[in-house]
């Protein structure tokens, strides 16, 4: 069995996107959400939504590592959605509300990965 490079490169940087997520997003979103005033069930809901978000990302870095060693088109289809939604997300509502789209440069990653998978489909089907 041999490994796609770039697949398991894109799992990688999925897995470092977690530790960002966890360990810098955490202290700067998370934790300023759980202080707020903001009603109880709104600061839930705020909790809720940043662990569901870390799920996925953790999710994402798992079959990525595991499409690396197996092709399967069907995961490869899945992840890349979610990866190019986060991006056109954070575009979007970073132009919207703030006027840049620097501010919230999480796009950045959740644009390069899915980059980084097409050249490790490519390769797939080159191969082939």
């Known amino acids: 069995m041999q490994i796609n490079r770039s697949y398991a490169v894109a799992a990688t940087l999925m897995g470092l996107t977690v530790g960002l997520h966890v360990f810098g997003g955490g202290p700067e979103i998370h934790d300023p959400i759980r202080a707020s005033a903001m009603p109880d069930v709104v600061r839930a809901v705020g909790s809720v939504l940043w662990h569901a978000v870390t799920w996925i990302l953790i999710l994402m870095a798992v079959a990525l590592a595991w499409i690396?060693?197996?092709q399967n088109s069907a995961l490869f289809v899945m992840v890349f959605a979610i990866q190019a939604g986060f991006a056109a997300l954070f575009l979007f509502y970073g132009w919207t509300l703030l006027g840049t789209v620097w501010e919230m440069g999480q796009w950045t990653?959740?644009?390069?990965i899915p980059a980084v998978m097409l050249l490790g489909h490519w390769q797939e089907r080159r191969s082939a």
Do not use: E
């Open 109 to 112: 990653i959740f644009s390069v």
């Open 68 to 70: 690396s060693y197996r």
